[in-house]
């Protein structure tokens, strides 16, 4: 254990890595989906037996809707948290990074999960924007660029 810490703390941060492009992580990204969607099936199934089935409107939003979102984000920040990859992820062999090789924190984190996946979905043409992806030197999509981290391969 202590010999992958000393490893990982004394790793050259100017040697090349392999970045993931557009495609290895949209499957990826297509692939958490499935994982999270399965997740809201199952913890938010006993929400057809409540009130007779009809939907609980809170506001503008729907309870199950809420809770879904709140699934949705934890899921990415605490499986990147936590494994630094999620399961579409560990699935491609890919991982996120920051640039400096540091262990991630949990600012890069809640930057590059939760304020930058929130611009992409509250916003529907900044869905576009993931495009970035394909055409930036170290494969950065905009949310990277504002947690300051990076998609490599796992090696």
Excluded at 98 to 111: A, E, G, H, K, Y
């Amino acid at each position: 254990m202590s010999e992958n810490i000393v490893a990982y703390a004394t790793e050259d941060p100017t040697s090349p890595r392999r970045y993931a492009g557009f495609w290895m992580r949209f499957w990826a990204y297509l692939i958490d989906l499935i994982v999270v969607f399965s997740i809201n099936g199952i913890l938010l199934i006993p929400f057809k037996f409540i009130n007779d089935g009809a939907v609980i409107d809170i506001g503008f939003w729907t309870l199950t809707g809420i809770l879904g979102s709140i699934i949705f984000y934890v899921y990415f920040l605490i499986m990147t948290r936590i494994f630094g990859q999620t399961l579409g992820k560990m699935i491609l062999g890919i991982k996120v990074v920051r640039d400096d090789n540091q262990p991630l924190r949990w600012s890069d984190l809640i930057f590059r999960e939760l304020i930058g996946r929130f611009l992409h979905r509250v916003f529907g043409f900044l869905f576009l924007l993931y495009i970035v992806v394909g055409f930036t030197r170290e494969k950065q999509g905009i949310h990277d660029m504002i947690g300051n981290t990076r998609v490599v391969f796992d090696e």
